[in-house]
């Protein structure tokens, strides 16, 4: 069974650094590139980035282009999505999700990040 | 890279068969056969519906199917069912390695 398991919530006040991750099971972790996708409270699903984890390919949408850093470790079967100084606007819930066909076939449970002061 | 356009919200009654749309461009739904449809159930992760364009994963029942007409794909949810409200977004490859979702349609099932 595919199973993506991400780090839990996360509080942090604006320009502090964060990286959350995201540990994937039950299948070969680098055949299969993994997405990361934003859902700001009560909005719609923001496509961010992928990684391929075989070479740490990656390629951000260009409206997080700069702002975040999509990076994997092989050898522990785990995506990481990190941010260098945070917003207000980046409070929202973060998927993980293994893409298969351009599709993301199976998600994780979600981190939820708040960025407060 | 624009989201993908879908209606705000399409409603029907149990057991009717309702469609939400999805329009992008020639650059995304209309160049790649690589349109997928998640749902997404209040405060869970989304699933996986449909994938290129018309294709269910295991476990997704045939009541749910896609297509696809030039810039516009569409999923039908057929004998409508109380646990079919949710919201769906569509998403694209767009290009590149790029993909883009729309922007999300509530189901109701009055």
């Known amino acids: 069974e595919v199973q993506l398991v991400q780090s839990g919530a996360e509080v942090r006040k604006p320009g502090e650094s964060l990286r959350i991750s995201c540990k994937g099971s039950g299948y070969a972790f680098t055949s299969y590139w993994i997405s990361w996708v934003r859902q700001k409270p009560g909005k719609g699903l923001e496509w961010m980035g992928r990684i391929d984890p075989s070479d740490s390919y990656t390629k951000n949408s260009p409206s997080f282009q700069g702002h975040v850093t999509i990076s994997a470790d092989k050898s522990i079967s785990t995506a990481y999505l990190q941010w260098s100084s945070l917003k207000a606007s980046d409070t929202a819930m973060y998927y993980c999700a293994v893409d298969t066909s351009m599709a993301q076939r199976d998600w994780g449970q979600g981190t939820l990040v708040t960025v407060s002061s | 890279q624009s989201a993908l356009t879908q209606p705000p919200s399409a409603s029907g009654s149990p057991g009717q068969s309702v469609t939400i749309s999805c329009t992008g461009t020639s650059s995304d739904v209309g160049g790649y056969n690589y349109v997928s449809w998640h749902q997404q159930h209040p405060g869970k992760a989304p699933k996986l519906m449909i994938y290129e364009v018309s294709k269910r994963p295991s476990g997704v029942p045939d009541r749910f199917s896609g297509s696809k007409s030039g810039n516009t794909a569409s999923l039908t949810v057929s004998g409508l069912q109380a646990e079919d409200e949710a919201d769906y977004y569509c998403?694209?490859?767009?290009?590149?390695?790029?993909?883009?979702f729309g922007g999300g349609t509530k189901l109701t099932v009055l």
């Open positions: 998403s694209s490859y767009a290009g590149s390695n790029t993909l883009v």
